[in-house]
T-cell receptor, first 111, second 114 residues
Framework: QQQVKQSPQSLIVQKGGISIINCAYENTAFDYFPWYQQFPGKGPALLIAIRPDVSEKKEGRFTISFNKSAKQFSLHIMDSQPGDSATYFCAAKGGSEKLVFGKGTKLTVNP | DAGITQSPRYKITETGRQVTLMCHQTWSHSYMFWYRQDLGHGLRLIYYSAAADITDKGEVPDGYVVSRSKTENFPLTLESATRSQTSVYFC?????????????FGPGTRLTVL
């Protein structure tokens, strides 16, 4: 079964620190790797996404690093802020319309 | 307002009752999806639809029924609700234009089955 393994389950970071969330996958047919951000009581929303033709993508304080040979990708949040406190999901898609999600990481950024 | 809406936002029902969760999108997106979110499991796909009258199973379809007679609506029915179906349900839609892969999620329906 297609899986995306996400770690850690929870993460506590001080304001201004770097938050790092990791994901690993097995299916080499995956060709689209998004990260979704979810605030309490809301639906997930796309944060940033990457395709395997690049090893890194940056949007503001958020960066995806992608290692195709290791089948791993990670989200880095620079200068983490209390407003970044949310649950983050990695996901992967390829070969079908189904988006496979990791189990999520609850990020808490302390002021 | 344009977007994707779900109703009801909260629902309490009893075991064995039929429940229908509604999803409506105003973008005319081709694809629509139903997920359930449970602690420790993340988001799991229940059913999805590529267009009106075309539906397919996801990871956890048992106990659920979907239909899509119109592009903008994608209702999810629990024919005989069970306690294990207590969850938060999210509907999503995706456009196929311009190679986009982004799924846009609704606000969710919190369902409690007693």
């Amino acid at each position: 079964q297609q899986q995306v393994k996400q770690s850690p389950q929870s993460l506590i970071v001080q304001k201004g620190g770097i938050s790092i969330i990791n994901c690993a996958y097995e299916n080499t047919a995956f060709d689209y790797f998004p990260w979704y951000q979810q605030f309490p009581g809301k639906g997930p929303a796309l944060l940033i996404a990457i395709r395997p033709d690049v090893s890194e993508k940056k949007e503001g304080r958020f960066t995806i690093s992608f290692n195709k040979s290791a089948k791993q990708f990670s989200l880095h949040i620079m200068d983490s802020q209390p407003g970044d406190s949310a649950t983050y999901f990695c996901a992967a898609k390829g070969g079908s319309e189904k988006l496979v999600f990791g189990k999520g990481t609850k990020l808490t950024v302390n002021p | 307002d344009a977007g994707i809406t779900q109703s009801p936002r909260y629902k309490i029902t009893e075991t064995g009752r039929q429940v229908t969760l509604m999803c409506h999108q105003t973008w005319s997106h081709s694809y629509m999806f139903w997920y359930r979110q449970d602690l420790g499991h993340g988001l799991r796909l229940i059913y999805y639809s590529a267009a009106a009258d075309i539906t397919d199973k996801g990871e956890v379809p048992d106990g659920y029924v979907v239909s899509r007679s119109k592009t903008e609506n994608f209702p999810l029915t629990l024919e005989s609700a069970t306690r294990s179906q207590t969850s938060v349900y999210f509907c999503a839609s995706r456009d196929t234009g311009r190679g986009g892969d982004t799924q846009y999620f609704g606000p969710g329906t919190r369902l409690t089955v007693l």
